[in-house]
């Protein structure tokens, strides 16, 4: 079973930027539900049907957090159905905090810490002095403003202290009452360049996304809708560091760098990630249903 939003104002209809998934997981044999994300986020109620008998659920939708998606989770128990990941499994790879010692070895140099105002000043001068001069981007336990790339992610300079402060000032401004866990700083690594994003101008680089489900590969995507897929990653790597992953359902970003070396960006749990441009869903559900039949019931 497949789990979609639902349309606000219209219960009965599938959110309409979900609609073609879910038009494509009918197609591959797997029953949908719709639940209420506006009454989970408000209520949190997700005002489910019961299951006729016990059932096995993927969550394809809109990013929630740690607590949303406990409340979701108890929602569907209490209806008969089981979602895929468990609250602390959603965490794990949601939160990169969570997944950072087992991906520490593969990816950028990391910091982070939980928000405290009354030493906020101290605990981002901590964190500036362990890069030096390196570059670094700013983002929180889940997500950055990439599109705001110079204004509100990206640091040239640790050092630079004021310019940096204004960098977080902006972040967080913009991630508001959405910012989620704390602030995590990561050293900003010479990936292989593809050009600007068409609309916001950030740096694109030759970037895949990986989804898995029971330690399963189920795709590999370019993950920029303007990348043209010439360099195949080494997935066998990355499918030994899945082996890891406390998840049944995830997703694995990975990019090139200049030098060659295959590094990977972060996790994100699979039910909330998006699919890439280039990834037709009728493929991506096939998948799903080869690896798990469960998704059928």
Same mark, same amino acid.
Request: net charge negative.
């Given at each position: 079973?497949?789990? $979609?939003?639902?349309?606000?104002?219209?219960?009965?209809?599938?959110?309409?930027?979900?609609?073609?998934?879910?038009?494509?997981?009918?197609?591959?044999?797997?029953? %949908?539900?719709?639940?209420?994300?506006? &009454?989970?986020?408000?209520?949190? #109620?997700?005002?489910?049907?019961? @299951?006729?008998?016990?059932?096995?659920?993927?969550?394809?939708?809109?990013?929630?957090?740690?607590?949303?998606?406990? !409340?979701?989770?108890?929602?569907?128990?209490?209806?008969?159905?089981?979602? %895929?990941?468990?609250?602390?499994?959603?965490?794990?790879?949601?939160?990169?905090?969570?997944?950072? &010692?087992? %991906?520490?070895?593969?990816?950028?140099?990391?910091?982070?810490?939980?928000?405290?105002?009354?030493?906020?000043?101290?605990?981002?001068? #901590?964190?500036?002095?362990?890069?030096?001069?390196?570059?670094? %981007?700013?983002?929180?336990?889940?997500? &950055?403003?990439?599109?705001?790339?110079?204004?509100?992610? $990206?640091?040239?300079?640790?050092?630079?202290?004021?310019?940096?402060?204004?960098?977080?000032?902006? /972040?967080?401004?913009?991630?508001?009452?959405?910012? *989620?866990?704390?602030?995590?700083?990561?050293?900003?690594?010479?990936?292989?360049?593809?050009?600007?994003?068409?609309?916001?101008?950030?740096?694109? +680089?030759?970037? /895949?996304?990986?989804?898995?489900?029971?330690?399963?590969?189920?795709?590999? @995507?370019?993950?920029?809708?303007?990348?043209?897929?010439?360099?195949?990653?080494?997935?066998?790597? $990355?499918?030994?560091?899945?082996?890891?992953?406390?998840?049944? /359902? +995830?997703?694995?970003?990975?990019?090139?760098?200049? @030098?060659?070396?295959?590094?990977?960006?972060?996790?994100?749990?699979?039910?909330? *990630?998006?699919?890439? *441009? !280039?990834?037709?869903?009728? @493929?991506?559900?096939?998948?799903?249903?080869?690896?798990?039949?469960?998704?059928? #019931?």
């Amino acid at each position: 079973m497949i789990i $979609f939003c639902s349309e606000p104002f219209a219960r009965h209809k599938v959110d309409s930027s979900y609609e073609m998934e879910a038009n494509a997981a009918k197609a591959a044999g797997c029953p %949908i539900e719709l639940m209420d994300y506006e &009454s989970l986020v408000s209520h949190g #109620n997700p005002l489910l049907k019961p @299951t006729a008998k016990p059932s096995q659920a993927l969550y394809r939708g809109w990013m929630l957090h740690a607590e949303e998606y406990r !409340q979701l989770y108890s929602q569907c128990a209490s209806h008969g159905i089981r979602l %895929i990941n468990s609250p602390e499994q959603y965490v794990h790879c949601h939160h990169l905090p969570s997944s950072y &010692s087992i %991906i520490a070895d593969n990816t950028a140099k990391t910091v982070w810490f939980e928000l405290s105002a009354h030493d906020l000043d101290s605990q981002i001068e #901590n964190a500036l002095q362990v890069f030096g001069s390196k570059p670094v %981007i700013i983002k929180d336990y889940v997500k &950055s403003e990439k599109h705001y790339w110079n204004e509100a992610c $990206f640091i040239p300079d640790a050092s630079k202290t004021e310019h940096a402060r204004r960098v977080i000032d902006r /972040f967080l401004e913009l991630r508001g009452e959405s910012l *989620a866990g704390g602030l995590v700083f990561r050293e900003f690594l010479d990936l292989d360049p593809i050009g600007p994003h068409p609309q916001s101008g950030m740096p694109q +680089f030759v970037e /895949f996304r990986l989804f898995f489900l029971d330690l399963k590969l189920v795709t590999c @995507t370019p993950y920029w809708d303007e990348q043209i897929s010439t360099i195949a990653p080494p997935l066998h790597e $990355f499918e030994e560091l899945a082996k890891h992953i406390q998840s049944r /359902f +995830f997703t694995m970003d990975i990019a090139r760098l200049e @030098t060659g070396r295959w590094v990977v960006i972060e996790l994100g749990d699979g039910q909330v *990630a998006g699919l890439p *441009a !280039q990834l037709e869903p009728s @493929t991506f559900y096939a998948r799903i249903k080869a690896l798990n039949p469960e998704s059928s #019931n």
